[in-house]
């Protein structure tokens, strides 16, 4: 039996979702190539439900790789925080940074198309399936089957961007008990690119403008998301209206999905020649929208170390230092907010209401949240 042929690439990205795509297209706009694989058909990107809140930093970073698919893209004006039944709201506006928007709206599958545009037709290997992984001090060599072919490619260096991770024991998981039930409504009367994020004991609830409509982030306890999956469009109306207010009416819901909420940190970003980015290397929960924000600065700053440095050991350590405390801060950030405000107790909420009233008088304090959702990890001291 003869060896089956190796094929040789420098980098091999396992998941071309948002932040696999992003990266490919940085390393490629730098002149490295990259090979790109996926189990799923390119077109299943496009049933992904969920609507996606960027900074005005990641806008940014996708305008250099043409990939900021602007008419899609809805601007947050202004912000609207407060919490349920009790005192105290902050707004924060962006006549007060000078910039065109706080951030912007834009549904997953609009973002994805945007990047896929950009690859050719020979950088990606769509419904792959991997056989085995094995890693060296070198690279790894990494089988698979794609259009019922085995294959076998080695590369220098492996990089997955799969999204969440399953169980995984590098892998730690705090359950939040939540679950976010997502669609779009019609707001009455129109939004006024007005984000809100509102908290409830049971779970922030955001409201995000995209197009003429809000995209909701409706985020409950496990049993009470079932009851609303289940609910009709009036029953759901009144569900939602119940825990945002009067404020505004709502009509015309679309279609529910559901995502059931964790923090997923995996233990280290980089082993040997294999270094983990995106989802998979950290799921936050959706307050506050860091995600794929997060992924999308994983992805650029690993491009641009690897265009820097080459790639390499110290080249691989100096990206897992580079990424600690924007990661570390975005999972403290949306833990200590989802623990803090999701629930009723009497002297909590107090406090929130002074921290709310506080942020809204205080200028600094106000301008370093802001700092944070404009541009992420440049927001840190
Ligand atoms: C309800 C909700 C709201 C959110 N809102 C925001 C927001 O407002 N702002 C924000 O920044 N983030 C938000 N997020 C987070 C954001 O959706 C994610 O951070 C982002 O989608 C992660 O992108 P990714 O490319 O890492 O993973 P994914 O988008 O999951 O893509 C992973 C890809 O890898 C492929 N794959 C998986 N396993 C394999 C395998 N074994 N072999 C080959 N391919 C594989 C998949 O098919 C997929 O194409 C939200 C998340 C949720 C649940």
Redesign the pocket.
């Known amino acids: 039996m003869t060896d089956p042929v190796v094929e040789n690439v420098d980098i091999l990205i396992?998941?071309?979702?948002?932040?696999?795509m992003t990266l490919h297209l940085a390393l490629a706009a730098g002149g490295q190539t990259s090979l790109l694989?996926?189990?799923?058909p390119p077109e299943?990107?496009q049933a992904d439900p969920?609507?996606?809140?960027?900074s005005h930093g990641a806008r940014e970073l996708l305008e250099q790789i043409n990939s900021w698919p602007t008419r899609a893209a809805t601007p947050i004006e202004t912000i609207h925080v407060s919490q349920k039944s009790g005192f105290g709201r902050t707004l924060i506006d962006r006549a007060d940074y000078a910039l065109p928007a706080l951030g912007y709206v834009v549904r997953?599958r609009d973002l994805a198309a945007a990047l896929a545009a950009n690859l050719s037709a020979d950088s990606l290997l769509a419904e792959?399936e991997?056989l085995d992984i094995a890693p060296d001090d070198d690279g790894a060599t990494v089988s698979l089957r794609h259009s019922g072919r085995l294959r076998t490619i080695r590369c220098q260096l492996l990089v997955h961007?799969?999204?969440?991770p399953g169980n995984d024991p590098a892998v730690s998981v705090s359950d939040y008990s939540q679950h976010?039930v997502?669609c779009e409504v019609t707001p009455i009367p129109g939004h006024g690119k007005r984000a809100w994020e509102r908290f409830t004991p049971d779970g922030p609830l955001a409201l995000?403008p995209l197009g003429d409509e809000y995209s909701v982030?409706f985020t409950l306890p496990p049993a009470r998301a079932d009851a609303v999956m289940g609910l009709d469009d009036d029953a759901f109306v009144a569900a939602l209206q119940a825990q945002f207010g009067q404020r505004m009416r709502f009509a015309k819901p679309g279609q529910r999905s559901r995502?059931p909420l964790a923090l997923r940190l995996r233990d280290t970003l980089v082993k040997r020649r294999e270094v983990w980015i995106?989802?998979?290397a950290q799921?936050l929960h959706?307050v506050s929208?860091?995600?794929?924000?997060?992924?999308l600065r994983d992805a650029w700053q690993l491009a641009e170390i690897l265009l820097d440095q080459g790639i390499h050991g110290d080249s691989l350590a100096s990206y897992g230092a580079s990424r600690r405390l924007d990661r570390q801060g975005g999972a403290l950030f949306t833990d200590r907010i989802v623990r803090l405000f999701s629930n009723d107790c009497a002297p909590l909420k107090f406090a929130r209401g002074l921290g709310l009233l506080g942020l809204d008088l205080c200028p600094a304090a106000r301008h370093f949240v802001a700092a944070r959702m404009i541009w992420g990890a440049r927001a840190w001291p």
């Open positions: 396992v998941g071309a979702g948002p932040v696999g694989l996926d189990r799923r299943a990107l969920r609507a996606l809140a960027l997953y792959t991997i961007a799969e999204g969440t976010a997502i995000l982030v995502f995106g989802n998979t799921t959706p929208g860091q995600g794929f924000n997060l992924g």
